[in-house]
C-alpha cells in the first residue's frame, strides 16, 4: 500500500500503474459458453501496449460487465499478453449508468467536444460520478505500494487524486487528459466546475493532447480559482497552489510507427490491399474510420463527400468513398438515432449517384482487425478524417505510418489534436464547411504524384519522431523536472 511519506531514492523507478475506467480487454462468451478474453483494440491500449511489454506494471480499471464471475485465471493470461498485471474494480448497474452513461458520457464528453446543448446536468450522474471515482481511489489504495507512479487517464476519473490524497497517499500522481479541455466559457457551463478543477490540482503533473488544451485549462484555473500562481513561461507550465506546485504540459499522444509500418508492409496486408484495389478498378479511394459517435462528424462528412459529387462532375464514377463506422454504445438511443441518420445519407448519396459499376459510398458498421484496417489504409489515395472535435485521433497517424509507399492525401479536421503536429503537410479542413471540405476533396483527388509523395514522406517522418515511446519519455521526463523544482 502506498504510504505517507516517501522513504526511496528518488532516482529508484517504481512500478507504472495504469488507471483508466476500462481495463484493456474485451469479454465475450464462446459456442460452449465458456468466457473469452482479448485485449482490446481502443486507442488507450493501442499507446500503452507497447510501454508495458517493455515496462510491465499494473492495470486498474472496469471490465465492462455487471454479472460477477471468476475470471481471474483469463486476466492473468491477458495480462501477460499485455505485459502487466490486470486489477479489476467492480461497478454497480446503477453506478454504470449514472457514472458512466450519465456524468461522463451526457455530461463531460459533449461538454469537453464544445456540444454543450447535448448535456444533461443531472444532480444524481454528478453524485455518483464522486462515488466511483473514491471507488477507484480504494483500489488503488489497496493494490498499488510507495515506489509506484500512479497515472490516471481521461475524464473519467478526474476526481481520483482528491480521494487518494484524503487517504494519505503521497505517491506520484499524474494525468492525462485524451479528450480536448473547454475554454471559460464552456467551462463555466459545468455546475460543478470550481470542484473538479480544484481536484485536478492534487494530480502532480497533468497532460493535455495539444497546447490549445493545455492553455485552456490554465486559463480555466485563472479565472474561476483564487489564490494561485500560474507561471506559463516553461514548456511544462507550473501551478502553485497551497498544498504542491503543479505541472501542466502538452504531451501529444501517437502510436508505435515501426509495429504500424511492419505489419502494413506485410504480405498479408499487400495482398489484402491489392484485392480492396482490385474491387475498385480507374477509382480513387477515399476512406472515413470513425468510432459511432457525433463528436466523429461523420454525416457533415456524408454531406460534404455528397456536394463534391453534385459540384464536380468529374468525380463521378472515378471516386469512392469507403466509410467504416466502428459500433459504440449501442444502447443509447442518441448513437442509435446517429447510426441511422448516417445510413440514411448513404442510402441517399447511393441512390442519387449510383451508376453501374460504380457505388459513390461503401459503408460497413462493423470493428475490424488491424491487418484488415492496414490494408484498408494502405490501398486509400485519401484518408477523410473530419471529426467535430477530437483529442488527438490516431487514426490519421495510423494511415500516414500505413502509407509504406509513401503517396496518399490526408484531409484532416482542423478540430483534431493531430492537426497541430500534421497541419502542414496535410489539407486542413473545417468540418462544418461542407464546401470547403468537398473543395478538399476534389484538391486531393487532382493531386499529382510527386507533391503526395512530398508531403507523406514528411507526415511520415513527423509520426515516427513523435511516437508512442517519445510521448511516455516526454511525459516521465517532464514527470522527473517536476520532481526538481
Not at 484524503?166 to 487528459?177: A, I, K, S, Y
Request: net charge positive; charged share 25%; hydrophobic share 40%.
Amino acid at each position: 500500500m502506498p504510504v505517507t511519506k516517501r522513504q526511496s531514492n528518488e532516482t529508484e523507478v517504481g512500478r507504472l500503474v495504469i488507471v483508466s475506467n476500462r481495463l484493456p480487454v474485451t469479454l465475450s462468451r464462446g459456442n460452449t459458453g465458456q468466457w473469452d478474453v482479448q485485449l482490446s483494440t481502443g486507442g488507450l491500449v493501442t499507446a500503452l501496449g507497447p510501454i508495458l511489454r517493455v515496462r510491465g506494471g499494473l492495470w486498474i480499471g472496469w471490465l465492462g460487465m455487471l454479472k460477477k464471475v471468476n475470471l481471474d485465471e483469463l486476466l492473468a493470461v491477458a495480462g501477460r499478453d499485455l505485459g502487466c498485471t490486470l486489477k479489476p474494480v467492480s461497478l454497480t448497474e446503477k453506478e454504470v449508468n449514472l457514472y458512466y452513461f450519465g456524468f461522463s458520457n451526457e455530461v463531460i464528453w459533449p461538454l469537453f467536444h464544445d456540444l454543450q446543448t447535448r448535456c444533461n446536468f443531472d444532480p444524481a450522474y454528478w453524485k455518483a460520478y464522486q462515488r466511483v471515482n473514491q471507488k477507484f481511489a480504494q483500489v488503488i489504495v489497496e493494490n498499488t505500494e510507495m515506489d509506484d507512479y500512479i497515472w490516471v487517464h481521461d475524464y473519467h476519473l478526474m476526481l481520483v487524486a482528491k480521494e487518494l490524497r484524503g487517504m494519505g497517499v503521497e505517491n506520484e500522481l499524474g494525468f492525462f487528459l485524451h479528450t480536448p479541455f473547454p475554454p471559460p466559457d464552456i467551462c463555466v457551463k459545468l455546475p460543478w466546475y470550481r470542484r473538479i478543477l480544484g481536484d485536478l490540482l492534487e494530480y502532480d503533473l497533468l497532460g493535455f493532447q495539444t497546447p490549445r488544451d493545455r492553455n485552456n485549462f490554465l486559463h480555466c484555473i485563472e479565472a474561476m480559482l483564487k489564490g494561485l500562481k500560474v507561471d506559463a513561461r516553461r514548456k511544462v507550465s507550473t501551478i502553485t497552489t497551497p498544498k504542491r506546485l503543479v505541472g501542466a504540459g502538452s504531451f501529444p499522444i501517437s502510436i508505435d510507427f515501426r509495429e504500424f509500418a511492419h505489419q502494413a508492409a506485410s504480405e498479408v496486408v499487400a495482398e489484402g490491399a491489392k484485392h480492396l484495389r482490385e474491387t475498385l478498378p480507374n477509382q480513387q479511394m477515399v476512406l472515413g474510420v470513425d468510432r459511432l459517435d457525433y463528436s466523429k462528424g461523420i454525416p457533415e462528412k456524408l454531406r460534404a463527400f455528397k456536394y463534391a459529387l453534385e459540384r464536380f462532375n468529374s468525380l463521378r464514377g472515378k471516386i469512392s468513398l469507403i466509410q467504416i463506422v466502428v459500433p459504440s454504445r449501442e444502447d443509447i438511443p442518441e448513437y442509435q438515432a446517429l447510426r441511422a441518420e448516417i445510413e440514411g445519407l448513404v442510402s441517399e448519396i447511393n441512390g442519387k449517384f449510383t451508376l453501374p459499376g460504380w457505388i459513390p459510398v461503401h459503408y460497413m458498421y462493423r470493428s475490424f482487425a488491424r491487418t484488415d484496417l492496414l490494408a484498408y489504409y494502405r490501398a486509400a489515395d485519401i484518408a477523410l478524417i473530419t471529426p467535430l472535435k477530437d483529442g488527438m485521433n490516431l487514426v490519421a497517424k495510423e494511415y500516414c505510418a500505413a502509407k509504406t509507399n509513401k503517396s496518399g492525401v490526408l484531409i484532416l479536421s482542423d478540430f483534431a489534436g493531430a492537426a497541430s503536429q500534421l497541419r502542414k503537410n496535410s489539407l486542413l479542413v473545417n468540418p462544418y464547411d461542407i464546401e470547403g471540405v468537398a473543395d478538399a476533396i476534389y484538391q486531393a483527388y487532382r493531386m499529382g504524384p510527386d507533391e503526395q509523395q512530398r508531403r507523406m514522406r514528411k507526415l511520415r517522418q513527423s509520426v515516427a519522431r513523435r511516437d508512442i515511446f517519445w510521448w511516455v519519455d516526454f511525459f516521465f521526463r517532464a514527470a522527473a523536472n517536476m520532481k526538481r523544482l
